[in-house]
C-alpha cells in the first residue's frame, strides 16, 4: 500500500536557523497538508496545499512559514529562522481530494524538530 | 469555529473489559467525524468515520448530535488495542480542500 514518506525522521538546528522538512506524498495525491504536534499537545492544522496554492493557513503559520512542491514529488515545509516554540512533530498528509466525506488524509511518520 | 474535546488523557483499563474513550465537539454545521489511532512508533492512520457507521477492530461510535458526543467504544479491550486515539472533526471547503480539527487526544492503556 503507498505511504507519505517523510525525512529527515528528527531533525536538530539551532535557533534562528531555516530548516526544510520533506514530505514525498502519495502518487496520485492532489492535496497536501502539514500539521504539527507539540509534544504533550493536540496534532494542529496549519497549512494545506492545492493546485500550486496554499488553499489555507491556521494563525500559527506566519510569515516565517512557506510551502512549496519544487518538483512535482516532493512537499516542503521550511521555517525561515527557527524559535524554540517551532520544536514539535510536523506531519505531512494527503489525500486524493478535497471532500471529507468520502477521502481520508493519509499521513506521514512525521520529522520530529528540536530547536535548540 | 469548531473544537474536538476529549476530556481523559489517560484511559487504562483490564483486557476483556468494555471501552469507552469520550469525544465532544463544538460546530455549527453539520460535522464529519473521525477517530484516528496512533500505535506505538506508528503514524496516524484513520480507524473510522460516523458516516460509515463501520465497526474497525470491534470498535464502533455513534455520532450523537444532541449531546454533541461522538464516543468510541468496544466491549472488550484487546492488548493490541493499547494506543493513542484522537477524535477529529473534518470539514471540506469550496475552494477544494478538507480541514481536520483534532482532539488533545487520549492514551488507552490495555492491562493485561
Known amino acids: 500500500e503507498p505511504e507519505v514518506t517523510q525525512t529527515p525522521s528528527h531533525q536538530v538546528t539551532q535557533m534562528g536557523q531555516e530548516v526544510i522538512l520533506r514530505c514525498v506524498p502519495i502518487?496520485?495525491?492532489?492535496?497536501f497538508y502539514w500539521y504539527r504536534q507539540i509534544l504533550g499537545q493536540k496534532v494542529e492544522f496549519l497549512v494545506s496545499?492545492?493546485?500550486?496554492?496554499?488553499?489555507?493557513k491556521s494563525e500559527i503559520f506566519d510569515d516565517q512559514f512557506s510551502v512549496e512542491r519544487p518538483d512535482g514529488s516532493n512537499f516542503t515545509l521550511k521555517i525561515r529562522s527557527t524559535k524554540l516554540e517551532d520544536s514539535a512533530m510536523y506531519f505531512c498528509?494527503?489525500?486524493?481530494?478535497?471532500?471529507?466525506?468520502?477521502?481520508?488524509?493519509?499521513f506521514g511518520p512525521g520529522t520530529r524538530l528540536t530547536v535548540l | 469555529a469548531q473544537r474536538v474535546t476529549q476530556p481523559e488523557k489517560l484511559l487504562s483499563v483490564f483486557k476483556g473489559a468494555p471501552v469507552e474513550l469520550k469525544c465532544n465537539y463544538s460546530?455549527?454545521?453539520?460535522?464529519?467525524l473521525f477517530w484516528y489511532v496512533q500505535y506505538s512508533r506508528q503514524r496516524l492512520q484513520l480507524l473510522l468515520r460516523?458516516?460509515s457507521r463501520e465497526s474497525i477492530k470491534g470498535f464502533t461510535a455513534d455520532l450523537n448530535k444532541g449531546e454533541t458526543s461522538f464516543h468510541l467504544k468496544k466491549p472488550f479491550a484487546q492488548e493490541e488495542d493499547s494506543a493513542m486515539y484522537y477524535c477529529?472533526?473534518?470539514?471540506?471547503?469550496?475552494?477544494?480542500?478538507?480541514?481536520?480539527?483534532f482532539g488533545t487526544g487520549t492514551k488507552l492503556q490495555v492491562i493485561p
Open positions: 498528509a494527503s489525500t486524493t481530494s478535497g471532500t471529507v466525506l468520502t477521502d481520508t488524509q493519509y
Open positions: 460546530y455549527s454545521g453539520s460535522p464529519e
Open positions: 477529529a472533526l473534518g470539514r471540506s471547503f469550496s475552494g477544494g480542500y478538507q480541514k481536520v480539527t
Open positions: 496545499f492545492y493546485n500550486n496554492e496554499i488553499s489555507e
Open positions: 460516523h458516516i
Open positions: 502518487s496520485n495525491h492532489l492535496y
